[in-house]
């Protein structure tokens, strides 16, 4: 069934009139029609089922039959800080690949190393939505404005907090140390990775290094290692 | 310290001649000169440390100072076969990612409902030998030569087989089913997943279900996950 994405629906209503553009999509693209269903997605864990009662090129209206709330919810929060990498489309497939296995937050952090200092956090979101679409999932991740690192170690997480780096010193596996169920904030950083001044604040800050394992892994890889992880060891929870 | 894909060089040698595009590269490009020290890997487990006498832009010649063998030996062999993506470029970055956590040998299979039909070798070794330099590695992963689904099923494999499809019935988590230290097959579908005819076939070839979770995930999604599973199981061992 067609799956639009529309954060502007609401649990309550009985009937709602998509975009132009997506009325646009779904008329003159896809060819739907009067009596068709659909799915819709608020982003916020609301899946829709609904009826199509007029297919109006511009705003084709909708009747809601059922609304599923907090749709796919998972049992554990990811929030993954990570150093904008120089090819943005790096940056990109990671949060492709992160919203299909699971992730809630995304704050771009600068770090002393990064080449990038910058990122069209808009892109990003449409990115995410089409991801979450072409995964069936209700919830989209929330992307935050990019800050310093030291900005962000200075911001309030909660839970459990890891930074993941490839200098020397004790580290875990991440999928040993955290608790399932869990909010989870990791850092991850730039290609040349985290200053050793940087990781020292980090630890101070209460961040726990861990690693990936013995192979040197790119930015957006381990990255995607981190959600994957927090997905394995929450699996039976 | 630079780094070579060297697959002509072997243990015994004392010293070597970089190839032409590799010379012009050292030379011309990263300006290397005589008494520089540079790494080659062969693609097979050896690792080289040499220093460059003659720094010629056709044929750089280097004196052999060590040669680590079997480097970054993982004690587990997996072989993933996967059905190419529609998009080739989705294949590409799954054989960058593997290629960084850790795969040794892919075949493309072309199943029922496969929309690409064919594969160009060559372009997916030139991708993974810059993966393997990138993620300082010392292997290459092998790939094959495409085969139809049910030509890979007549082939025998060794080890622990698997299908992972989403369709209905009992299924395991591959993390959990997998015994350390051994050599598994996983056998990922096109999107549109493996027919019902596929998954009846391969399980009586003994492959067994398996399954990634709750998310509907892409074709190259899938695969890089049972990447991540085997080298997670194997962590400890």
């Given at each position: 069934m067609q799956l639009f994405y529309t954060p502007d629906i609401a649990p309550h209503l009985k009937s709602f009139v998509l975009s132009e553009e997506e009325s646009r999509h779904a008329v003159r693209v896809l060819?739907?029609?009067a009596g068709q269903q659909v799915q819709l997605v608020d982003g916020r864990g609301g899946l829709y089922t609904a009826v199509i009662v007029d297919a109006h090129p511009k705003r084709s209206v909708l009747e809601i039959l059922r609304v599923e709330t907090?749709?796919?919810?998972?049992?554990?929060?990811?929030?993954?800080?990570?150093?904008?990498?120089?090819?943005i489309e790096r940056i990109e497939w990671f949060l492709e690949k992160a919203t299909e296995v699971g992730i809630d937050e995304i704050t771009p952090i600068i770090c002393e190393r990064s080449e990038r200092k910058e990122v069209k956090v808009e892109r990003l979101n449409?990115?995410?939505?089409?991801?979450?679409?072409?995964?069936?999932?209700?919830?989209?991740?929330?992307?935050?404005?990019?800050?310093?690192?030291?900005?962000?170690?200075?911001?309030?997480?909660?839970?459990?907090?890891?930074?993941?780096?490839?200098?020397?010193?004790?580290?875990?596996?991440?999928?040993?140390?955290?608790?399932?169920?869990?909010?989870?904030?990791?850092?991850?950083?730039?290609?040349?990775?985290?200053?050793?001044?940087?990781?020292?604040?980090?630890?101070?800050?209460?961040?726990?290094?861990?690693?990936?394992?013995?192979?040197?892994?790119?930015?957006?890889t381990a990255a995607l290692v981190a959600c994957l992880e927090a997905a394995i060891r929450n699996r039976r929870y």
């Open positions: 060819r739907m029609e907090r749709y796919g919810t998972r049992p554990y929060y990811l929030h993954v800080a990570i150093a904008p990498t120089k090819q449409k990115i995410m939505a089409a991801a979450m679409k072409q995964s069936l999932k209700a919830y989209i991740p929330r992307m935050n404005e990019p800050l310093g690192f030291g900005s962000f170690l200075d911001q309030r997480t909660e839970g459990q907090r890891f930074i993941a780096h490839c200098g020397d010193g004790d580290k875990q596996y991440l999928s040993e140390i955290i608790e399932p169920a869990g909010r989870y904030t990791v850092l991850v950083g730039p290609e040349g990775d985290f200053s050793g001044a940087e990781v020292d604040a980090a630890q101070r800050a209460g961040f726990f290094p861990v690693t990936f394992g013995a192979s040197r892994l790119r930015t957006e």
